[in-house]
Nanobody, 129 residues
């Protein structure tokens, strides 16, 4: 089992920045691949970014590429999502997720919600125009 707790959401003006954090407890954090998803009102949950177990590979949705950066600190059991140049369309609840991996999938990127077995409770990000 692993518990995930997101923080760092809030209200920001367009063009501003926020850094989301997701703290994990329970099973060894370094064995998980991690991802960030978001869900806007009335829309389906979508993958925003992902990072491999090794930390060597990252994925970004086209809509956030060049603006968001995912990173992980295994010593702190935390994954981050740095969000710059925020736009009103980034407004959503952001969820952190963890996917169980094996040593054979150290560099694999998980981009589908169905691949993740553990989820945080979400943190609201609101970007005003």
């Amino acid at each position: 089992q692993v518990q995930l707790v997101e923080s760092g959401g809030g209200l920001v003006q367009a063009g501003g920045s926020l850094r989301l954090s997701c703290a994990a407890s329970g099973r060894t954090f370094s064995t998980f691949a991690m991802g960030w998803f978001r869900q806007a009102k009335g829309k389906e949950r979508e993958s925003v970014s992902a990072i491999s177990r090794s930390g060597g590979n990252t994925y970004y949705a086209d809509s956030v590429k060049g603006r968001f950066t995912i990173s992980r600190d295994n010593a702190k059991n935390t994954v981050y999502l740095q969000m710059n140049s925020l736009k009103p369309e980034d407004t959503a609840v952001y969820y952190c997720a963890a996917a169980i991996t094996t040593p054979l999938s150290m560099n694999y990127l998980y981009t589908s919600a169905s691949e993740y077995g553990y989820w945080g409770q979400g943190t609201q990000v609101t970007v005003s125009s």
